[in-house]
């Protein structure tokens, strides 16, 4: 399986929030850009889709930035793959209109990939997203979200 970049994104997102829940100041687009090197615009839309479902709060203008619109307790990371994925067909004749396998008939590979995604939304389903971020400690409580010594601007 492999999840596609918006949902990637989706998730960096919204563990960036969650690392960020202590901070006075609500997270901006600019700041998850810069630390992630993607895209403000592409960001935009992720975030409003984010919103839109309901895992964040967003605020414009200064002073602005967004928040979980709830507990990180409260998101499961099942529900997230699943709103943000487009679809999971993994082959072709998961699609009974436009399966042209000759070997369909005999196949046992459908079943098969069917149990095995069932399967991985079901460990997603047994995660929160407080589960992907290390506990904070007092000092991490100071210090923003530290960027990546990969992505770091030299």
Same mark, same amino acid.
């Given at each position: !399986? ?9 998730? #960096?997102?919204? !563990?960036?929030?969650?690392?960020? *829940?202590?901070?006075?100041? @609500?997270?901006?687009?600019? *700041? ?6 993607? &895209? ?6 992720? $975030? ?5 479902? +309901?895992w964040l709060e967003t605020t414009r203008g #200064?002073?602005? =930035? !967004?928040?979980?619109?709830?507990? /990180?307790?409260?998101?499961?990371? =099942?529900?997230?793959? #699943? ?8 082959? *072709?004749?998961?699609?009974? +209109? ?5 070997? &369909? @008939? ?15 939304? &079901?460990?997603?389903?047994? $995660? ?6 290390? @506990?904070?400690?007092? %000092?991490? %409580?100071?210090? %923003? $979200?530290?960027? @990546?010594?990969?992505?770091? %601007? /030299?």
């Amino acid at each position: !399986m492999r999840l596609t970049q918006w949902t990637d994104y989706s998730l #960096r997102v919204l !563990m960036y929030c969650a690392a960020c *829940e202590h901070r006075a100041a @609500p997270v901006t687009i600019t *700041e998850i850009a810069d630390s992630h090197a993607i &895209s403000r615009s592409h960001l935009t839309k992720i $975030v409003h889709q984010l919103g839109a479902h +309901g895992w964040l709060e967003t605020t414009r203008g #200064r002073g602005g =930035g !967004m928040r979980l619109c709830r507990p /990180a307790t409260q998101i499961n990371i =099942g529900d997230v793959v #699943r709103q943000t994925e487009t679809d999971f067909m993994m082959v *072709e004749c998961f699609d009974g +209109g436009s399966n042209q396998c000759g070997l &369909s @008939p005999q196949c046992r590979l459908k079943g098969v990939l069917q149990q095995a995604t069932r399967s991985y939304l &079901s460990v997603l389903d047994g $995660v929160t997203l407080d589960q992907l971020i290390a @506990p904070v400690t007092s %000092k991490a %409580k100071s210090a %923003k $979200v530290a960027m @990546p010594a990969s992505r770091k %601007k /030299a």
